[in-house]
């Protein structure tokens, strides 16, 4: 209820503080409205250039290979072996 009290209150100050000030208000505002565009507009080509790396990186992960065939040897000996330990597991 206090909130819903408070709130109310905060809404009739500022509809009179708004008719008062009005001329300030506008002056405010008009400087307000290009600083905000200006900031937004530099947010914007900031996260547009941070995508376009992103795009960039994947890119270049595509065309790379995941492991050499040296690795591929040495896992292919390495599941072999486990092979051969699992089965002497099984007979003892």
């Known amino acids: ?3 819903l009290v408070g709130g109310a209150a905060a809404a009739v100050l500022g509809l009179i503080g708004l008719v008062v000030w009005w001329s300030p208000f506008l002056t405010l505002l008009a400087g307000a409205i290009p600083l905000m ?3 937004g507009g530099g947010l914007a080509i900031y996260l547009g250039f941070d995508e376009l790396k992103d795009t960039w990186k994947k890119d270049d ?3 790379s ?3 050499s065939e040296d ?3 040495k ?3 390495e599941i ?3 092979k051969q330990e699992i089965e002497s ?3 003892a």
């Open 80 to 82: 072999d072996d486990l």
């Open 89 to 91: 597991l099984k007979s």
């Open 75 to 77: 896992y292919k000996k």
């Open 61 to 63: 992960d595509i065309g």
């Open 71 to 73: 690795d591929v040897d």
């Open 37 to 39: 565009l200006l900031l």
């Open 1 to 3: 209820m206090k909130t």
């Open 65 to 67: 290979p995941v492991g």
